[in-house]
């Protein structure tokens, strides 16, 4: 089994923590729907830890195997994950 390389998870953060400090500035609301799918990398824990997230949420484990260099791995969400995604969306705009 694969296993992600450990820095995707912060540097996607990085990134999140500026959009939502320029969404801030505009009066509105950011929704950080990557925590939803990488719960473990985003919180400080290893990047390993979200496989079984990634596995339920995205299309990234053919068969049932972490695998994103297999040719039919999709990065993309699953109906699971947008419906995930959304209830982060749902409670920001909901928040503000």
Do not use: Q, W
């Amino acid at each position: 089994m694969l296993k992600p390389e450990g820095t995707g998870d912060a540097t996607v953060e990085a990134l999140n923590g500026a959009l939502k400090s320029v969404a801030a500035t505009f009066g509105v609301g950011f929704a950080n729907t990557t925590r939803v799918i990488n719960f473990s990398g985003t919180h400080g824990g290893p990047e390993a830890g979200d496989i079984p997230t990634v596995c339920a949420f995205t299309a990234m484990c053919p068969g049932g195997v972490f695998n994103p260099a297999s040719p039919n791995a999709d990065i993309h969400p699953t109906k699971a994950g947008y419906a995930a995604m959304a209830g982060v969306v749902g409670v920001t705009y909901l928040s503000h």
